[in-house]
T-cell receptor, first 111, second 112 residues
Framework: QKEVEQNSGPLSVPEGAIASLNCTYS??????FFWYRQYSGKSPELIMS????GDKEDGRFTAQLNKASQYVSLLIRDSQPSDSATYLC???????????FGGGTRLMVKP | EAQVTQNPRYLITVTGKKLTVTCSQN?????MSWYRQDPGLGLRQIYY???????DKGDVPEGYKVSRKEKRNFPLILESPSPNQTSLYFC???????????FGPGTRLTVT
């Protein structure tokens, strides 16, 4: 089982809809969680970080963390075609040194 | 401007010819890391460094070397490149290992 799992997609949503991206992780002691956006051929760009259970909102983005169920999600409200990219979930185990990335979910927002 | 820089951005080379990809950050970050990204395989960590003179292997270290003589620089060395090292390489840095990482623009390497 991979340490950080994401559905590879593509996830296709119409412009203006809510896009919901999910990520599950295997290490129960993980403490730090990050969402990155990556356009094709470009470097990953940090969108959100979340460290405690619950929701964290930043503009059109909301990260949700549920440590008991070991999942973290990213909601994108009012999706725009410019949101079309691959979204990477990253988890940092408390006891380890390595930030572990999921394989990414490709999001397509159709006008 | 706070940033991570990598050079070169693009490189085409031949098998066996030693090369170095440089990485530099101006944020006084302690933690630096190298990743490679291949289609269908996602980001895989090659090496990381917790601080000056402290480096360790990631998931795919074979065929690579690194050094951390100064806090700001973390070069990636391929002593004898092979075609299976053709990939997109990213350097990243963070304040500590548990903080968010900031990525350089990437180096696209082709080994023929």
């Amino acid at each position: 089982q991979k340490e950080v799992e994401q559905n590879s997609g593509p996830l296709s949503v119409p412009e203006g809809a809510i896009a919901s991206l999910n990520c599950t992780y295997s290490d129960r002691v993980s403490q730090s969680f990050f969402w990155y956006r990556q356009y094709s051929g470009k470097s990953p760009e940090l969108i959100m970080s979340i460290y405690s259970n619950g929701d964290k909102e930043d503009g059109r983005f909301t990260a949700q963390l549920n440590k008991a169920s070991q999942y973290v999600s990213l909601l994108i409200r009012d999706s725009q075609p410019s949101d079309s990219a691959t979204y990477l979930c990253a988890v940092n185990p408390n006891a380890g040194n390595m930030l572990t990335f999921g394989g990414g979910t490709r999001l397509m927002v159709k006008p | 401007e706070a940033q991570v820089t990598q050079n070169p951005r693009y490189l085409i080379t031949v098998t066996g010819k030693k090369l170095t990809v440089t990485c530099s950050q101006n944020m006084n970050h302690e933690y630096m890391s190298w990743y490679r990204q291949d289609p269908g395989l996602g980001l895989r960590q090659i090496y990381y460094s917790m601080n000056v003179e402290v480096t360790d292997k990631g998931d795919v270290p074979e065929g690579y070397k690194v050094s951390r003589k100064e806090k700001r620089n973390f070069p990636l060395i391929l002593e004898s490149p092979s075609p299976n090292q053709t990939s997109l390489y990213f350097c990243a840095s963070s304040l500590s290992f548990s903080d968010e990482q900031y990525f350089g623009p990437g180096t696209r390497l082709t080994v023929t």
